[in-house]
Each structure stands twice: as structure tokens, then as C-alpha cells.
């Protein structure tokens, strides 16, 4: 059975930082791409950042240069460190793991930012 759990998430005032971690387990996420998207209330799921199994990252521009997206293979984890957080990155948090044959999506987190 696969499964991504996400920890990490809470509630920062604006311009802290917050680190979400995507632990995997039944996959090698390592062999996946890994993503972190995020759906606020009210709006569609939306991508933040991709890192591919290379370790090319792509990034949502309204993060760039904020968050930083990464893997530690050996505990089979991907990272999103979240520096200089805005009120407008409220929403809950999610994982993916994607190998382009098939899918996995984590249970999601929420960080909330407050002003």
C-alpha cells in the first residue's frame, strides 16, 4: 500500500518560514517525480513545485525565489522549505508523487500565514 503523509504545516505570521515534509512509503520516491501543490479555500489546485528524478525543480512564479523544493532519497522524503511567507500562501498543502503511469497524492497539510 502507498501512502505520502505530509507534516510540517501550521500557522507562521507573515514573513516566517515553515518546512513541509512528503514521507513516502510502498514507492521509491526517488523514481518519481515529486510535487508540492496547494488549494486555498475557494480556488482550484494549483501547482507550487516540481522536482523531477534528475533533481530539475520547477517552480509557481508567485514562490520563486521563496520556497525551495528537495528530496532526501535516503529517507525517502521531499522537502519544501518556505521562506518569507505572505498571507496569500494560506492553503492546505499537498503532496504528489508521479511516475507519468500512475499517481499518488498525500492527505495534505495546512499552513495558515497570518499578517
Known amino acids: 500500500q502507498v501512502q505520502l503523509v505530509e507534516s510540517g504545516g501550521g500557522l507562521v505570521q507573515a514573513g516566517g518560514s515553515l518546512r513541509l515534509s512528503c514521507a513516502a512509503s510502498g514507492i521509491i520516491y526517488s523514481v518519481y517525480t515529486g510535487g508540492w501543490y496547494r488549494q486555498a479555500p475557494g480556488k482550484q489546485r494549483e501547482l507550487v513545485a516540481t522536482?523531477?528524478?534528475?533533481?530539475?525543480?520547477n517552480y509557481a512564479d508567485s514562490v520563486k525565489g521563496r520556497f525551495t523544493i528537495s528530496r532526501g532519497n535516503a529517507e525517502n522524503t521531499v522537502y519544501l522549505q518556505m521562506n518569507n511567507l505572505k498571507p496569500d500562501d494560506t492553503a492546505v498543502y499537498y503532496c504528489k508523487a508521479d511516475n507519468f503511469r500512475r499517481y499518488y497524492w498525500g492527505q495534505g497539510t495546512q499552513v495558515t500565514v497570518s499578517p
Open positions: 522536482i523531477s528524478t534528475g533533481g530539475s525543480t
